[in-house]
Nanobody
Framework: QVQLVESGGGLVQAGGSLRLSCRASGSIISIDTMAWYRQAPGKQRELVAA???????NYADSVKGRFTISTNNAKNTAYLQMNSLKPDDTALYYCRWTKITGYNYWGQGTQVTVSS
C-alpha cells in the first residue's frame, strides 16, 4: 500500500507561483510513474505532468514552460512547481503514483485557486 498526501495549495494572484508537494508513505518501491492531475469544477480530471522512473517528463500543453515536476533524492516526495499561474489553473490538484504492476494510488487533493 502507498499513502499519498498533497500539500502546498492555496490562493494566489495571477502571475504568482505555488509549489505543490506529494509525500508518500508505505511501500514506495517499484514506483514507475509519479504524476499530477487536476480537476476544475464541471470538468474532467486531466493530466498536468508526469515523471517516470527513468526521468522522462510529460506535460499538458497548457502548462508547458510554466510547471515543472520533480522528485527528491529519496523518491518519496513529488513536487509540482507552478509559475506564471493563470485563473484557468484553478482546480483541485491530485497526485497519482503508479507501480510497475500498473496499480494506481491517489492522494486526496489540494486546492489551487488563482485570482485574476
Amino acid at each position: 500500500q502507498v499513502q499519498l498526501v498533497e500539500s502546498g495549495g492555496g490562493l494566489v494572484q495571477a502571475g504568482g507561483s505555488l509549489r505543490l508537494s506529494c509525500r508518500a508513505s508505505g511501500s514506495i518501491i517499484s514506483i514507475d510513474t509519479m504524476a499530477w492531475y487536476r480537476q476544475a469544477p464541471g470538468k474532467q480530471r486531466e493530466l498536468v505532468a508526469a515523471l517516470t522512473s527513468g526521468g522522462s517528463t510529460n506535460y499538458a500543453d497548457s502548462v508547458k514552460g510554466r510547471f515543472t515536476i520533480s522528485t527528491n533524492n529519496a523518491k518519496n516526495t513529488a513536487y509540482l512547481q507552478m509559475n506564471s499561474l493563470k485563473p484557468d489553473d484553478t482546480a483541485l490538484y491530485y497526485c497519482r503514483w503508479t507501480k510497475i504492476t500498473g496499480y494506481n494510488y491517489w492522494g486526496q487533493g489540494t486546492q489551487v485557486t488563482v485570482s485574476s
